[in-house]
C-alpha cells in the first residue's frame, strides 16, 4: 500500500514537478515578447475541464444502460466534449499563442535552423503564465475523451468469465425444428438445398443455437460419416471467423466441371466443405465449422448426437481453450 | 357420333403439325444441344469430341421438363460454347418459334416440371423471403454479387417468370428450392419484391447503384472532405487577410 503511494507521488512530482533543467536565455529575441493573458489563460483551462467532464460524462451515460435516449445522451456528450476541445484550441490559437509573419528567403541548410525553429516555438508561448497547469489540463481533457471512445469496447465479450462461450443449447436427443418450430423427418430433407434449423423448446437467439443442415449423396460424405445418417449432415450457423451467419450454400448442378457443393459465409466469403466436416476451403476463417452428429429416431425425426466437433462462434482469444458444452 | 367425327376429323388435320413441330425441336436439339446433354438427352458424363469440333460434356435433361428448357433457353444460358463456363445472360439467338419447339422437345424427353405462370404478390411478404432465402447472394436489393466459385447474376433483367424457374432448379451453383420450402404463393411474393427491386423508391433520395451502404458511406465522406477543404480554404484567407 505504502509503495502505491509512493508511486503516486512519484508520478505527481513527475507530471507537476518544477524541477525544470534551467533554459539558457538567447540574447535576442525572435518573436516579440507578448503581454501574458492570464483571462484568455483561464478561459482556457476552464474549456478544458468542461471538455474532461464531458468526456467523462460519456463513460458514465455509457455505463448506466436503463438510460432513456442513451444514444441522445451519448452523442450529446462525445459531442460536447470535441466541441469544447476545439474551442480550447481555437483561444489558444487566437489569444494566447503570439502571431507574427515574417518573410525571409528560403534559409540554408544549416545547424541554427533548427535551434531557430525551436526558439520561435519556445518564445511564442511567452503569454503562458501557467504553461505546465495548461499542458496538464489538455492532456487530462484528450485522455478523458480517448477513454470515453476506448469504453464501448468493454460491450465486445465477456473479460474473465468466458466459460458461457462455450455453452450451447444441444442437448443429446434434442429433436432439430424449422423457423415455425415444426420438427424435421429425415425425408423433409433434399439434396441440392439447404434449411436452418434449432434445437427443440431452447432459445433461439444463443449463439450456439442455429444449425444449417444439407444433405449430400451418402458416396460423397468423406469424413465423420457416422454422424450424417442418410447423408444428412448439420453444421453450425455461426462463421467461425466474425460470427456471421453462414446464409449461402452452393450446390453444382453438373458436378463434373463445376465447384464441388459448399457453405459459404457473404460477410467475407469464407467457404466451408460440408463433406469434409465442414473444413475451410478458402477465406478469413481459421477453424473449420462445427458439425453436429446427428441421429434418426423411430418416428424418422432427426436428433441431436453428441457434442459439436469444436466451439461454436466467432474466433477470440481463447476460443480453442476449451469445447462446446451443454 | 357427329362429335367424334369432328375430333378425328381434327387430329388428323392436326397431327402432321405437331409432328411437324416435333421434328423442328428434334433437328434444333440435335444441332445445339446433342454434343452436350447426348442424343436422347442422357447426358455426357465426361469429355466427348462431337459435332463441329466441340468437346462434349453436360448433365442428363431426361426429367428436367418445359420449366428448365424455357428458363435456359430465354435467358441466353444456353447453348453454351465451354461446359467449364459459367453460362451467363446472354443475347438470345434462337427465334420464339425455335423456342417453343425446342422447350416442347426437351420436355418430351421425359416427366419434368411444365412452365410455371407467376402473378406478383404481396411486396413486403416478398421482402421478408427475399431476405431469408435469397438476399444472402443476390444481395438485399437483388443486385447481386459473387459466391466463392462463381458471379452471383443481379436480377434487374430476370422476367417474373425466370425468376420463378430459377427458384425452382437452381441454376448454375444456386440451390434449388421446392415448393415444401417455397410455397407458389411465397414464391409469388418473391417475384413481387423482386419486381419492385427493378424500380424502388430510394426515400433517402441519391441511390447511388444501389451498391449500399459501404459506397454510400465512402461518397458521404468524399463530399464531407470535399467541403472541410472548402472551410479550411476560408479559413487560412481570412487568417492571412
Known amino acids: 500500500m505504502t509503495k502505491l503511494k509512493d508511486w503516486l507521488i512519484a508520478a505527481a512530482v513527475l507530471v507537476l514537478g518544477r524541477g525544470d533543467p534551467p533554459t539558457r536565455e538567447p540574447e535576442e529575441r525572435i518573436v516579440a515578447a507578448g503581454e501574458p493573458e492570464r483571462r ?33 445522451w451519448l ?8 466541441a469544447l476541445l476545439a474551442l480550447a484550441c481555437t483561444v489558444i490559437a487566437r489569444r ?53 471512445l476506448l469504453v464501448p469496447a468493454a460491450s465486445l465479450g465477456p473479460l474473465l468469465h468466458t466459460g458461457e462461450l462455450y455453452r450451447v443449447p444441444w442437448r443429446r436427443g434434442r429433436r432439430l425444428v424449422d423457423e415455425s418450430g415444426r420438427a424435421l423427418t429425415a425425408a423433409d430433407i433434399e439434396e441440392e438445398t439447404f434449411y436452418t434449423a434449432y434445437p427443440e423448446g ?32 448439420a453444421y453450425s450457423k455461426i462463421c467461425t471467423h466474425a460470427g456471421c451467419a453462414v446464409a449461402l450454400y452452393r450446390k453444382p448442378t453438373f458436378a463434373a466441371v463445376e465447384p464441388r457443393p459448399a457453405l459459404v459465409c457473404p460477410c467475407h466469403y469464407s467457404t466451408f466443405d460440408p463433406a469434409r466436416g ?43 481453450m476449451g469445447k462446446a458444452r451443454s | 357420333m357427329k362429335l367424334i367425327t369432328a375430333l378425328a376429323c381434327a387430329a388428323l388435320v392436326l397431327a402432321p403439325a405437331a409432328a411437324g413441330k416435333d421434328r423442328r425441336g428434334a433437328a434444333l436439339y440435335a444441332a445445339n444441344c446433342a454434343s452436350c446433354h447426348g ?20 448433365p442428363p435433361l431426361r426429367n428436367v421438363g418445359a420449366l428448365a428448357a424455357d428458363f435456359y433457353l430465354r435467358t441466353g444460358y444456353m447453348p453454351l460454347a465451354n461446359a467449364h463456363d459459367q453460362p451467363s445472360r446472354r443475347h438470345v439467338v434462337l427465334t420464339e418459334a425455335e423456342i417453343r419447339a425446342l422447350v416442347g422437345y426437351v420436355a418430351s424427353l421425359g416427366h419434368g416440371p411444365p412452365i410455371p405462370t407467376p402473378h406478383p404478390g404481396s411486396v413486403p411478404a416478398g421482402q421478408r423471403l427475399f431476405t431469408d432465402h435469397c438476399a444472402g447472394c443476390h444481395q438485399a436489393v437483388a443486385q447481386g454479387g459473387y459466391v466463392t466459385g462463381a458471379r452471383v447474376p443481379p436480377l434487374t433483367d430476370a422476367t417474373d417468370r425466370q425468376i420463378a424457374e430459377a427458384v425452382r432448379i437452381g441454376p448454375y451453383l444456386m440451390p434449388r428450392f421446392s415448393t415444401k420450402q417455397i410455397t407458389p404463393a411465397q414464391l409469388n411474393d418473391i417475384v413481387a419484391y423482386v419486381d419492385y427491386t427493378k424500380h424502388p423508391d430510394d426515400p433517402g433520395g441519391w441511390a447511388i447503384g444501389h451498391l449500399g451502404p459501404w459506397p454510400e458511406g465512402a461518397v458521404t465522406w468524399l463530399l464531407a472532405a470535399a467541403a472541410l477543404v472548402g472551410i479550411c480554404t476560408l479559413l487560412g484567407r481570412r487568417l492571412r487577410a
Open chain 1, 278 to 320: 465442414g473444413a475451410v476451403l478458402f477465406g478469413p476463417a481459421g477453424r473449420p465449422l462445427p458439425q453436429l452428429p446427428l441421429e434418426i429416431d423411430r418416428s424418422g425425426h432427426l436428433r441431436f448426437a453428441g457434442t459439436f466437433s469444436g466451439p461454436v462462434g466467432p474466433g477470440w482469444w481463447g476460443v480453442r
Open chain 2, 39 to 58: 442424343l436422347n438427352g442422357q447426358g455426357v458424363p465426361t469429355p466427348t469430341p462431337g459435332a463441329n469440333g466441340i468437346e462434349g460434356q453436360g
Open chain 1, 40 to 72: 484568455a489563460e483561464n478561459v482556457v483551462l476552464l474549456l478544458f475541464l468542461l471538455a474532461t467532464l464531458a468526456g467523462a460524462a460519456f463513460i458514465v451515460v455509457y455505463a448506466l444502460d436503463r438510460l432513456s435516449d442513451q444514444t441522445q
Open chain 1, 96 to 148: 494566447l499563442v503570439v502571431t507574427e509573419e515574417i518573410a525571409e528567403p528560403y534559409p540554408e541548410e544549416s545547424e541554427d535552423a533548427q535551434q531557430e525553429i525551436e526558439q520561435i516555438v519556445e518564445e511564442s508561448g511567452s503569454r503562458f503564465t501557467r504553461k505546465r497547469l495548461v499542458t496538464v489540463a489538455g492532456a487530462g481533457a484528450l485522455g478523458t475523451i480517448g477513454a470515453a
Open chain 1, 75 to 82: 452523442g450529446l456528450s462525445i459531442g460536447a466534449a470535441f
Open chain 1, 202 to 233: 431452447a432459445d433461439r437467439e444463443l449463439i450456439g443455437a442455429p444449425i444449417v443442415v444439407v444433405r449430400l449423396p451418402l458416396s460423397e460424405i468423406h469424413d465423420r460419416k457416422d454422424w450424417a445418417p442418410r447423408g444428412i449432415v
